[in-house]
Structure formats: structure tokens, C-alpha cells
């Protein structure tokens, strides 16, 4: 019997199953090409904003005279009293709180500062900077815990520290050091 020059059946069979293999692949590399384009572009977006929490973070720390921190929160104290409209500092009195608390079921990085207003009380902002935060790790601090019954008049800073600000799932979000 004369043999034709067509294919098989056979090898059809086994050119269909070899291309279905390739797409297969092809389209699992071609999800994970567009997840890593997709993380890249949310970090794109977020790192101008963690540039500003970053400077806000180094400004206050640079005009604090005093510092207590936990694992949620961290104390300034000094002459951190701002213009709320072009962001300048006043000279003036205020205390700076950066607290992980939660709003709407996420914890979120809320600062508040609280400035006395002369004889007429205290004024105070809160603002919240950055949602999904975990956790602050602050080293060369003051601790509360740390404090002796009896405060110094002139509370001082470190002359070295770091502020780290971890994200829920453990990642360093921002970090800030201080020399002075």
C-alpha cells in the first residue's frame, strides 16, 4: 500500500496537545508579567505619599525636644505648632502624637497635634496620613516605661534615632532617621 503525504490522525492529535501545552504556559507567564506591571504601578503611586509622610515624619522629629514611644504610638513635644495652610512652623508649643488606631475597621497612622492657644485653651488637628498601618518600631527613644518617677525640666532627644513605620503585613512602609 501506497503511503499518502498528509498527516495522521495521530500527529494531529499530538500538535494539538503540544500547542495547548504552549498557550497554557504562555498565558501563565503573560498573568505574571501583568501582576508584577500592576504591583509595580500601585508602588509608583504610592511613593510620592510616603516621600510626604517620610518629610512630615523627619520635620517633626527634627523640632521635637522630647520623644516617648510605644509600639502604636509615638509623643513629640517641642516647638512643633504649624500653620495649617502653608504648612510653615510657628515657634510656638505643641505637642505631635503619631498613634496607629483604627478608622473604619483599618488601622490607620493618625497624627495629631495639640497646641495651646495663649489663655484661651488648646487647639487640636488630627489628620489621618496612611491606612493599612501595623505597627511603629522606634529605637534610641525614651520609652514610657523607661521614665523614672521624676521628669527632667528640659526633657531632651536622642542624639541618634530611628522611626520605622511597618505596614499590616510587616513591610517597612517608611524610615526616618534622626542624628542631631
Known sequence: M????GLTLI??????????????LLGGVLRSVAQQRRWAARQYQRAPS?????????????NATSVAATSHAVRLSGLLAEDPIRGRFLQRPAEVVYQVEPVAGTPCLVRTVVETTGGRGRRVRRTLLWAGVGRISARG????EESSGKESA??????????VIYDTGGRVLCRVNVVR
Open 2 to 5: 501506497k503511503r499518502s503525504s
Open 11 to 24: 500527529e494531529l492529535l499530538v500538535a494539538t496537545v503540544l500547542s495547548a501545552v504552549l498557550m497554557v
Open 50 to 62: 510616603i516621600g510626604i509622610l517620610r518629610d512630615q515624619l523627619q520635620r517633626d522629629l527634627e
Open 141 to 144: 527613644f525614651r520609652r514610657p
Open 154 to 163: 528640659v526633657p531632651t532627644m536622642p542624639q541618634s534615632a530611628e522611626l
